[in-house]
């Protein structure tokens, strides 16, 4: 295929954009810069039938900010237009629209945070504050159990003789509740930047199958995401499916024993065979293989699919997932051994860690993509106002 003659000057070609200055656009570098790679993905249009974000682009003539963000959390990195991109490094348009947008995304998870300042220390520092936050919470409840002699004491398989239900409840109640109302501010900032008007029925549905079933991580033609030697490869895909469903598993072991326990007045401990039993254990597992995966992905990835500057937030979000499903599964199995209490206090610390960060990173990111898919099967349905002046 023949290079097209696109109208960029070459004197901002090879320039790296600083993200931390801005222009009288209102538009950070990294914004800018996807606003460039976009006008040149518009002239030539060969990645139309990959994803989402080239036939939501054919919509656009100029990318705002509200246009990039949204094409940013559509976005779902599968990297293909990447590898098929005539354009790509080394050309000198240098056009690289998996990283660009990634950039983007990432300054999305500080701009709608909730509180602003937690959102900026995860972005900066995720794995560190997720390893030093767990330390922290597990030390502290390892001194609450020692202060009542239940850190040392005879094992008699229940957890809640080491932390009563209620002070359980208590703990994890603010966090929880937290943790939904940060997510909620920030999608709710989120879409009113970003809304395309009323949600129909079919719109919702749509978007909620695309993203349950990660439709655009199939790289556009099914054969999956492409791997640093540019193969393709559907493990990306089923990894994410594995954590994705075993988290919710989990949720829902955690639920139902909540139902049990005050609906139908049975508590824990419950056999192996019940329904929170079943969903914890599938559902950890899940879990287990999914984040382990995905790490390993993590490390072979294409430096050029991928924002360096987002490793430690990913790093620390997968491993907390694997460690909460891990030490959940531990005790299951081991609630009878001399260190339970420790290893519970450790699991507990975990799972707060994890819900006190969850809107501040990969999590919210799936919360914003859903949001973008809906914007999109919204935007689809309606007349494209730019083939209409064609026309």
């Known amino acids: 295929m023949s290079q097209l003659d696109v109208p960029v000057r070459k004197t901002v070609l090879h320039r790296e954009p600083d993200p931390r200055s801005a222009s009288g656009d209102g538009l950070t570098a990294n914004e800018r810069e996807v606003g460039r790679v976009m006008q040149i993905c518009n002239a030539c249009r060969y990645c139309e039938g ?4 080239f036939p939501a682009m054919t919509r656009r003539i100029e990318f705002g900010k509200s246009d990039i963000n949204f094409l940013a959390n559509l976005c779902h990195n599968c990297g293909a237009c990447l590898h ?9 348009f240098g056009v690289n629209v998996p990283q660009a947008l990634a950039k983007v995304r990432l300054e999305t998870y500080t701009e709608y945070a909730w509180p602003p300042a937690l959102g900026t220390l995860y972005k900066r520092n995720g794995l560190a504050l997720a390893v030093s936050l767990t330390s922290a919470l597990a030390l502290f409840l390892m001194i609450a159990a020692a202060t ?26 603010p966090v929880f509740l937290f943790s939904i109302l940060a997510l909620g501010v920030g999608v709710r900032a989120f879409w009113q ?35 640093v030697d540019d193969r393709f490869t559907r493990f990306r895909r089923r990894f994410h499916h594995f954590t994705f469903y075993g988290f919710w598993l989990c949720f829902a072991s955690t639920t139902v024993a909540t139902l049990y326990h005050y609906i139908l007045n049975v508590p824990a401990p419950y056999g192996y ?21 995905q790490w390993w992905l993590h490390l072979r990835r294409n430096p050029l699919q991928q924002d360096a500057s987002q490793r430690s937030m990913d790093r620390g979000f997968i491993g907390l997932l694997f460690l909460v499903a891990a030490s959940g599964l531990a005790l299951m199995w081991g609630k009878h051994i001399s260190g339970m209490p420790i290893l519970l206090c450790l699991h507990l610390a975990a799972v707060m860690a994890l819900f006190l960060t969850l809107p501040y990173g990969k999590f919210a990111h799936g919360v914003y993509r859903t949001a973008a898919l809906v914007k999109w099967s919204i935007e689809k349905r309606r007349p494209n106002s730019l083939q209409l002046s064609e026309d």
């Open 50 to 53: 990959f994803c989402a974000v």
């Open 273 to 293: 065979m019940s329904l929170p039993k079943l969903f914890g254990i599938s559902g950890g597992i899940s879990v287990m293989v999914g984040t382990a995966g």
């Open 148 to 173: 009542n002699d239940a850190l040392w004491g005879a094992v008699d398989g229940s957890f809640y003789t080491i932390f009563p239900h209620d002070l359980m409840v208590s703990l994890f109640a």
């Open 193 to 227: 930047q970003n809304s395309a008007g009323a949600i129909s029925g079919a719109a919702a549905g749509e978007a909620a199958y695309d993203a349950l079933r990660l439709k655009y991580l199939d790289g556009g033609h099914g054969d999956g995401c492409n791997e």
């Open 84 to 92: 098929a991109c005539q354009y790509a490094p080394p050309h000198e």
